[in-house]
C-alpha cells in the first residue's frame, strides 16, 4: 500500500539553552509540538514556536523536486557513514534530513525517523514507502537489523545503489545520444520542408521550366508537412505514448519489446550486458547478507531491468527450490553465456557464491562501459554522415534548379 506523504513545514523557534543563553532558528516538522519536542532533547527549553509564512519560505526557499533513485543512494551512503562514526540511527535521521537541500527528500528521512522513534524498526518504516524503498532494499535491511550488522548491511546496501544507479546510467547514455541526434534530425528537417522550402518553391514558379525530379520530390513532401504537419507531429507523439502505455499495461507487449530490444544490433549487446551485471550485484549483495537463497531471487528478478531475465531468475528460483544447484538452473535458462554458469559453478563449490557473483559482476560493469564508449565512437560518424545526407539532400535539392538555370544562361 502506496505511503500517503507526511507534510512538514518550517517553523521559526526560539528559547533558552541550559546556560540560558537565548536560542533562535528554524526546524521543519510536521506540527509545533514536534519541534517543542525536538527542541527539549536537544537541551533547549522552548519559547515561541510558529510556522514560517509561506511567503517567506515559498518565493526564496529551496524548491521542492523529486526524489530520484540516486537521492536514494546517497542517503544509503550518508546513513551507513554515520552509524559507522558511532552516531545513533534516529540522530542519523535528523542529521541527514536537515541537511539534504531538497525538502521532498527532507520530509522522507524525517518522517522514516518519526517512525523509527515511534518504536517502529527501520525495515518496517521503510516498507510505508515502496515507492522509494523497494522489497530488495527492505529485506536487506530487515536481514541487517535481525543479525545485529545493520552498519555493515547499510554499506553493502550503499555499495550496490551506487554501481546499479551507475549501470543505469551508462545503459541511459548508450540509449539517449542516437536518439536524441534522430529527433534533433527530425526536428530541423521538419522546419526546413515548412519555412525555408516553400520560399523556394515560389521562386522556382517564375522559372517556366521543368523541375528536377529531386526538386519535385522534396517541394511535394514539403506541402505534405505544410498542410498536415498537426497530423505528423500528433500521429508520432501518440504512437510514442501508446507504446510506453502499453508497456506499462501489457505484460505480453513488454516481453516481446524487451525480446526485441536485446536482438538490435550494437544496443541489444549493451542491454545483455548490463542485465547480467545487475542480476550478479544483486545477486551477490542479498547472498552475502545471509538473506536464503531461493527468498533473494524473488528481488534479484525484479532487479534486472528486462523482462526476459526476470523470467528466467523466478525458473531459477523454482528449479533451486526443489534442488537444483545454482549453475545448471542458470544453464538451462540459455539466457546466461558459459562464462557466468562456469563461475558461479565454481563459487557453490568452493562456498563462494557471492564473491564469484561479484566478480562477475565486476566484469560485466566494465563490459557495459567499454561497450557504451565503442557504441559512442562507432555511431558519431554514421550520425554525421546521416545528417549530412538528409540536411545536404535538402540543401542540393533546392539549388539543382538554380544550377540548371544558369547553365541554360
Same mark, same amino acid.
Given at each position: 500500500?502506496?505511503?500517503?506523504?507526511?507534510?512538514?513545514?518550517?517553523?521559526?523557534?526560539?528559547?533558552?539553552?541550559?546556560?540560558?543563553?537565548?536560542?533562535?532558528?528554524?526546524?521543519?516538522?510536521?506540527?509545533?509540538?514536534?519541534?517543542?519536542?525536538?527542541?527539549?532533547?536537544?537541551?533547549?527549553?522552548?519559547?515561541?514556536?510558529?510556522?514560517?509564512?509561506?511567503?517567506?519560505?515559498?518565493?526564496?526557499? +529551496?524548491?521542492?523536486?523529486?526524489?530520484?533513485?540516486?537521492?536514494?543512494?546517497?542517503?544509503?551512503?550518508? $546513513?551507513?557513514?554515520?552509524?559507522?562514526?558511532?552516531? +545513533?540511527?534516529?540522530?542519523?535521521?535528523?542529521?541527514?534530513?536537515?541537511?539534504?537541500?531538497?525538502?521532498?527528500?527532507?520530509?522522507?528521512?524525517?518522517?522514516?525517523?518519526?517512525?523509527?522513534?515511534?518504536?517502529?524498526?527501520?525495515?518496517?518504516?521503510?516498507?510505508?514507502?515502496?515507492?522509494?524503498?523497494?522489497?530488495?532494499? *527492505?529485506?536487506?535491511?530487515?536481514?541487517?537489523?535481525?543479525?545485529?550488522?545493520?552498519?555493515?548491511?547499510?554499506?553493502?546496501?550503499?555499495?550496490?545503489?551506487?554501481?546499479?544507479?551507475?549501470?543505469?546510467?551508462?545503459?541511459?547514455?548508450?540509449?539517449?545520444?542516437?536518439?536524441?541526434?534522430?529527433?534533433?534530425?527530425?526536428?530541423?528537417?521538419?522546419?526546413?520542408?515548412?519555412?525555408?522550402?516553400?520560399?523556394?518553391?515560389?521562386?522556382?514558379?517564375?522559372?517556366?521550366?521543368?523541375?528536377?525530379?529531386?526538386? $519535385?520530390?522534396?517541394?511535394?513532401?514539403?506541402?505534405?508537412?505544410?498542410?498536415?504537419?498537426?497530423?505528423?507531429?500528433?500521429?508520432?507523439?501518440?504512437?510514442?505514448?501508446?507504446?510506453?502505455?502499453?508497456?506499462?499495461?501489457?505484460?505480453?507487449?513488454?516481453?516481446?519489446?524487451?525480446?526485441?530490444?536485446?536482438?538490435?544490433?550494437?544496443?541489444?549487446?549493451?542491454?545483455?550486458?548490463?542485465?547480467?551485471?545487475?542480476?550478479?550485484?544483486?545477486?551477490?549483495?542479498?547472498?552475502?547478507?545471509?538473506?536464503?537463497?531461493?527468498?533473494?531471487?524473488?528481488?534479484?528478478?525484479?532487479?534486472?531491468?528486462?523482462?526476459?531475465?526476470?523470467?528466467?531468475?523466478?525458473?531459477?528460483?523454482?528449479?533451486?527450490?526443489?534442488?537444483?544447484?545454482?549453475?545448471?538452473?542458470?544453464?538451462?535458462?540459455?539466457?546466461? +553465456?558459459?562464462?557466468? *554458469?562456469?563461475?558461479?559453478?565454481?563459487?557453490?563449490?568452493?562456498?563462494?557464491?557471492?564473491?564469484?557473483?561479484?566478480?562477475?559482476?565486476?566484469?560485466?560493469?566494465?563490459?557495459?562501459?567499454?561497450?557504451?564508449?565503442?557504441?559512442?565512437?562507432?555511431?558519431?560518424?554514421?550520425?554525421?554522415?546521416?545528417?549530412?545526407?538528409?540536411?545536404?539532400?535538402?540543401?542540393?535539392?533546392?539549388?539543382?534548379?538554380?544550377?540548371?538555370?544558369?547553365?541554360?544562361?
Amino acid at each position: 500500500m502506496a505511503e500517503k506523504a507526511i507534510k512538514h513545514d518550517v517553523f521559526v523557534w526560539s528559547g533558552t539553552d541550559k546556560r540560558g543563553v537565548h536560542q533562535k532558528g528554524e526546524l521543519r516538522s510536521a506540527s509545533a509540538a514536534l519541534v517543542k519536542a525536538d527542541l527539549r532533547r536537544q537541551g533547549i527549553n522552548p519559547g515561541k514556536v510558529k510556522k514560517k509564512s509561506a511567503s517567506l519560505f515559498g518565493a526564496g526557499g +529551496p524548491k521542492r523536486k523529486r526524489i530520484k533513485p540516486g537521492d536514494i543512494a546517497i542517503f544509503s551512503r550518508q $546513513l551507513a557513514t554515520m552509524m559507522t562514526a558511532g552516531v +545513533p540511527l534516529v540522530q542519523s535521521f535528523e542529521i541527514v534530513g536537515r541537511g539534504h537541500d531538497n525538502p521532498a527528500m527532507q520530509d522522507l528521512v524525517l518522517g522514516i525517523k518519526a517512525d523509527v522513534e515511534a518504536g517502529g524498526t527501520l525495515s518496517d518504516a521503510l516498507r510505508k514507502r515502496p515507492l522509494y524503498f523497494d522489497d530488495l532494499f *527492505c529485506n536487506l535491511v530487515s536481514a541487517g537489523e535481525q543479525a545485529g550488522i545493520l552498519e555493515d548491511l547499510l554499506h553493502k546496501i550503499a555499495a550496490y545503489k551506487e554501481k546499479t544507479e551507475a549501470i543505469k546510467g551508462k545503459v541511459k547514455k548508450a540509449m539517449f545520444y542516437p536518439t536524441a541526434i534522430m529527433i534533433t534530425a527530425f526536428i530541423v528537417t521538419a522546419i526546413l520542408l515548412i519555412f525555408v522550402v516553400p520560399q523556394f518553391a515560389a521562386i522556382f514558379a517564375g522559372f517556366g521550366a521543368d523541375l528536377p525530379a529531386m526538386t $519535385l520530390f522534396v517541394l511535394a513532401i514539403s506541402n505534405m508537412f505544410q498542410e498536415w504537419w498537426w497530423a505528423i507531429f500528433g500521429t508520432i507523439g501518440g504512437v510514442i505514448y501508446g507504446l510506453l502505455q502499453a508497456k506499462k499495461r501489457s505484460r505480453t507487449f513488454a516481453q516481446n519489446l524487451d525480446r526485441m530490444l536485446l536482438k538490435v544490433p550494437i544496443i541489444g549487446n549493451i542491454l545483455t550486458k548490463a542485465a547480467i551485471a545487475r542480476f550478479a550485484r544483486t545477486m551477490a549483495t542479498m547472498f552475502a547478507a545471509g538473506v536464503p537463497l531461493v527468498e533473494a531471487m524473488a528481488s534479484v528478478a525484479g532487479a534486472t531491468g528486462n523482462i526476459v531475465y526476470s523470467q528466467a531468475v523466478m525458473r531459477m528460483r523454482d528449479e533451486v527450490s526443489t534442488g537444483m544447484s545454482l549453475n545448471l538452473s542458470m544453464a538451462q535458462t540459455g539466457v546466461f +553465456p558459459n562464462m557466468v *554458469c562456469q563461475m558461479v559453478a565454481i563459487g557453490e563449490e568452493a562456498g563462494a557464491i557471492d564473491t564469484m557473483l561479484s566478480k562477475v559482476a565486476d566484469f560485466y560493469e566494465e563490459e557495459v562501459e567499454n561497450a557504451v564508449d565503442g557504441m559512442s565512437s562507432l555511431i558519431e560518424p554514421l550520425i554525421m554522415a546521416f545528417l549530412g545526407v538528409v540536411i545536404g539532400g535538402l540543401v542540393i535539392a533546392m539549388y539543382l534548379p538554380i544550377f540548371k538555370l544558369g547553365e541554360v544562361v
